[in-house]
C-alpha cells in the first residue's frame, strides 16, 4: 500500500487519485513523466500529499486533455489487431524530452547505453495485452522488464553479461518487509563502521582513526591495488563480505547490485563511461558511507516497486548467450536495445565490479556482441558489418521460434561507425530477419537526449537512433 498516512492534511497517494477521479495507476505514471510535481516523502518513503498538492491533480485531472486509458488489448489474432495499433505508435513523440527516467528501480545501478524506460512502456502498452508475457533478449539492466510487470505483463529478461542480470533481478523482485529490515540493518553497519574511520578533524585529538585491515576475502587481481586505494580495498572486503552473508536470495541480491553501484565510483577508473586511470583520493570510510547510502537508496525503490507491482505477474531472468540460442518460454512481444557494432565494450566497462563479484568476466568477454575491442581489431579476426550481420541472422533465427507468430520484435538501435564508414543497424537487422519470416512493418526515428554518454566518441556525434518494428510472419515454405 503506497502511503499510509498518519494527519488528516496528508493524504496518500491512492487517496489522492481517489479525489481526482484516476486510478493509482494513472497517478503514478503522471508523476514518472514529470506531469505533475512530486509531493514529499515520509519517513518510510512514502508518498504524501498535502491538501493543495491534492487539490492541483484533482484539478490537472480535471483539465486534462488526456484519453481515458485504453482498455486491455484482446487476445485476438495480431493480423486482425496489428495495423490500428501500430497506427497508435505514430502519435507519440519518441524524443520523450525532459521526461523523468529513474522512477521505481530504474535508477538504482549506472548501465550505459541503457533505454530510457518511456520507449518500452510505449511499445508494450500499445504491441501486448495484459497477462501476455514480453521478453527483452538483451536485458542489460531489466528497463524493459520493470515497465512489463508495471504495464501487468509478465517478463522474460536473457543477458550474456552476469552483472546485469544481477541488477535485472535487483530491479524487479521488489522487497519484504523481513528483506528491507534485513538491509537497514545492513546499512546502519556500514554507516557506522564508516564514521568510525573518517579522519578526525577535532582540534588537538591526538589519535589517529582506526585503520581498517578487513579478514575478509578480496579477488586476487594483479591490478586490484592500480585501481584501488588499499583502504578502499579493506572496506569493500568487509562491506562484500556483509551482503554474502544475507540469507535471504532476494536481500542478497539487492545487498550486492548496492555494492556493485559504488565499486567504480570508489575506484580510481575515471567513470562509467570512461575507462582511464585517475585519482580520487577517496577519504577512509567513504567507501563504507556511499555503500550505506546505495543501501538505503535500493531500499526505497524495490519497497515502491513491490507497490505498484502485483506479485501475480512474474519476471524470469536467464544468463545465456543468444548465438546458444537458449531454451525460453513462448513471447509475445519482444522490446530490447541490442548492442551494435563498435558502440560499448561492457566487460571491459564493468571489469573491476565484475571481479569483485567473482563473476565469470572472461567468458562474457568472449560472447559479448558488438563490442568496440572486436570492431576496433584490423587483424583477420578483427569483426565487420557482415559478422553482425551473421550473429543477427541466427539470433533471429532462433527468436522467430520462441516469439509467437504475428508478434511483434521491437529494436531500439543506433548507426555505427566502422573504419570511417556509417553503418545502418537497423538495416542490418531487418536485412538478418528476413530469411527467419521477419518483415519489417515500422521504422521509426528518434532523437536521443543530449546527455546520453557514449563510450566512442565517433557514435557520441550520432544523435539520433531508430526504433525498428518487426513482425513475426513465420518461415517461408
Ligand atoms: C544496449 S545493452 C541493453 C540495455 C538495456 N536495454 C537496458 O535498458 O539496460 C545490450 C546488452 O546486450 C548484452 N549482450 C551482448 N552480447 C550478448 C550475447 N551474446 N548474448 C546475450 N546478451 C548479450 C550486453 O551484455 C548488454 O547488456
Same mark, same amino acid.
Given at each position: 500500500m503506497e502511503g499510509a498516512t498518519n494527519s488528516e492534511n496528508r493524504l496518500s497517494t491512492a487517496e489522492v487519485a481517489r479525489m481526482a477521479g484516476v486510478h493509482k495507476d494513472t497517478l503514478l505514471r503522471w508523476?514518472?513523466?514529470?506531469?505533475?510535481?512530486?509531493?514529499?516523502?515520509?519517513?518510510?518513503?512514502?508518498?504524501?500529499?498535502?491538501?493543495?498538492e491534492a487539490e492541483a491533480v484533482a484539478s490537472f485531472a480535471k483539465s486534462s486533455s488526456e484519453a481515458p486509458s485504453s482498455p486491455p488489448i484482446p487476445a485476438t489474432a495480431v493480423e486482425e489487431r496489428a495495423a490500428p495499433y501500430l497506427g497508435k505508435l505514430t502519435a507519440i513523440d519518441w524524443d520523450f524530452a525532459g521526461a523523468k527516467t529513474s522512477y521505481l528501480t530504474h535508477g538504482i545501478h549506472p548501465y550505459p547505453a541503457k533505454f530510457i524506460p518511456q520507449i518500452p512502456n510505449a511499445l508494450i502498452q500499445e504491441l501486448s495485452g495484459v497477462g501476455d508475457t514480453v521478453g527483452d533478449i538483451f536485458c542489460g539492466s531489466g528497463t524493459t522488464l520493470v515497465e512489463a510487470l508495471t504495464l501487468k505483463r509478465h517478463a522474460v529478461g536473457i543477458d550474456a553479461n552476469p552483472l546485469a542480470c544481477l541488477i535485472s533481478r535487483a530491479?524487479?523482485?521488489?522487497?519484504?518487509?523481513?528483506?528491507?529490515?534485513?538491509? %537497514? /540493518? &545492513?546499512?546502519?553497519r556500514a554507516r557506522t563502521m564508516g564514521d568510525s574511520l573518517l579522519p578526525s578533524t577535532s582540534e588537538g585529538n591526538l589519535f589517529p582513526s582506526p585503520k581498517l585491515v578487513s579478514q575478509h576475502w578480496r579477488p586476487s587481481f594483479e591490478k586490484l591495488t592500480f585501481w584501488f586505494d588499499q583502504h578502499v580495498i579493506e572496506e569493500l572486503a568487509e562491506a562484500l563480505s556483509w551482503c554474502r552473508e544475507v540469507e535471504s536470495d532476494v536481500?542478497?541480491? %539487492? /545487498? &550486492?547490485?548496492?555494492?556493485?553501484?559504488?565499486?567504480?565510483?570508489?575506484?580510481?577508473?575515471?567513470?562509467?563511461?570512461?575507462y582511464v586511470r585517475r585519482e580520487k583520493n577517496i577519504p577512509p570510510g567513504d567507501t563504507l558511507r556511499r555503500f550505506a547510502r546505495s543501501l538505503e537508496q535500493i531500499i526505497q525503490a524495490a519497497t515502491e516497486f513491490s507497490d505498484v507491482v502485483e506479485p501475480r505477474f512474474r519476471c524470469q531472468i536467464m544468463q545465456a548467450n543468444l548465438l546458444d540460442a537458449p531454451p525460453i518460454p513462448t513471447l509475445d512481444l519482444v522490446v530490447c536495445s541490442p548492442p551494435y557494432p563498435n558502440a560499448y565494450s561492457y566487460h571491459l566497462y564493468h571489469m573491476t565490479r565484475m571481479i569483485w563479484l567473482g563473476m565469470d568476466q572472461p567468458r562474457f568477454k568472449k560472447e559479448e556482441i558488438g563490442s568496440h575491442r572486436k570492431y576496433s581489431s584490423n587483424g583477420k579476426n578483427g569483426a565487420t558489418a557482415e559478422t553482425f550481420k551473421a550473429e543477427f541472422s541466427?539470433?533471429?533465427?532462433?527468436?522467430s521460434r520462441k516469439l509467437r507468430q504475428g508478434g511483434y520484435a521491437c529494436f531500439v538501435v543506433g548507426d555505427s561507425t566502422l573504419k570511417g564508414q556509417r553503418i545502418n543497424n537497423?538495416?542490418?537487422?531487418?536485412?538478418?530477419?528476413e530469411p527467419a519470416g521477419f518483415r519489417?512493418?515500422?521504422?521509426?526515428?528518434?532523437t536521443m537526449q543530449a546527455t546520453k554518454k557514449a563510450f566512442n566518441p565517433a557514435i557520441g556525434k550520432i544523435k539520433t537512433e531508430n526504433i525498428l518494428i518487426l513482425e513475426n510472419r513465420g518461415k517461408r515454405a
Open positions: 508523476l514518472r513523466s514529470g506531469l505533475i510535481r512530486e509531493p514529499g516523502r515520509d519517513r518510510h518513503g512514502w508518498r504524501y500529499f498535502t491538501r493543495a530491479k524487479t523482485s521488489g522487497c519484504s518487509e523481513s528483506d528491507r529490515d534485513v538491509l %537497514l /540493518a &545492513l546499512a546502519q536481500a542478497r541480491d %539487492l /545487498a &550486492l547490485t548496492a555494492f556493485s553501484s559504488i565499486v567504480v565510483a570508489v575506484s580510481r577508473q575515471d567513470s562509467d563511461t570512461r541466427s539470433i533471429l533465427l532462433w527468436l537497423a538495416d542490418l537487422i531487418a536485412q538478418a530477419g519489417e512493418v515500422m521504422r521509426i526515428n528518434r
